[in-house]
């Protein structure tokens, strides 16, 4: 391993069955109807913190020091709310307004500062906008307008128990879960087989 060598990593809330499942029939919906793959390079999630570049000799620093952060926290319920987009690319699952929410990533943003000395926490200093993915950056403007056409009307509700975050890592094709980091009310040992199994 180069001890220079550093990786990309992101760290998300990845759902639990049955709305894993959902959202990935909508990536591969719009795959099929809409010809854009870029949603598929990742599992459904809801972005916490945005990719930054770390060394990965130092993985396991960064794994221990995230874990530390997560053990901490109370699982937090998510719903979501019918379809949204930011035009003229991207069509996403809604993430309906939470004050619990907004603190974790709040909270998370300060502590990578302060622990990890990680300061990209924003896209270009947005502000959080919590959101599932469906079709991504590489939806052309056209079949954007048809896809939004379709789903801006279209119903979706969902909602579930984030129980820990994750830390993924990007192996030069996709994005993976790298290590999860449960929230202390649920911790357990037992491997979450939906994390395992999403292809690129």
């Excluded at 913190?49 to 020091?65: D, G």
């Excluded at 307008?145 to 975050?165: C, I, L, N, V």
Aim: glycine letters at 2%; hydrophobic letters at 35%.
């Amino acid at each position: 391993m180069n001890p220079d060598q550093k990786k990309q990593y992101f760290i998300a809330l990845v759902p639990p069955s049955p709305v894993y499942e959902e959202a990935q029939a909508l990536k591969e919906l719009f795959r099929d109807r809409y010809h854009t793959r870029g949603a598929l390079k990742s599992p459904p999630h809801i972005t916490l913190h945005m990719p930054f570049l770390w060394h990965e000799q130092k993985e396991e620093h960064l794994v221990n020091a995230l874990r530390s952060f997560a053990v901490d926290r109370d699982p937090i319920k998510v719903c979501l709310d019918n379809f949204s987009s930011f035009p003229p690319k991207v069509i996403f699952l809604r993430v309906a307004e939470s004050d619990v929410l907004k603190q974790l990533q709040q909270d998370l943003h300060e502590f990578c500062q302060r622990n990890l000395n990680i300061f990209n926490a924003r896209y270009k200093d947005r502000p959080f906008h919590p959101h599932l993915t469906v079709a991504f950056r590489d939806l052309k403007k056209p079949q954007y307008e048809k896809a939004w056409k379709e789903f801006a009307g279209q119903e979706y509700k969902a909602e579930f128990t984030a129980d820990r975050m994750v830390l993924l890592k990007h192996n030069g094709q996709s994005w993976k879960v790298h290590a999860e980091l449960p929230f202390h009310a649920t911790y357990s040992t037992e491997e979450d087989p939906q994390l395992d199994t999403t292809e690129g």
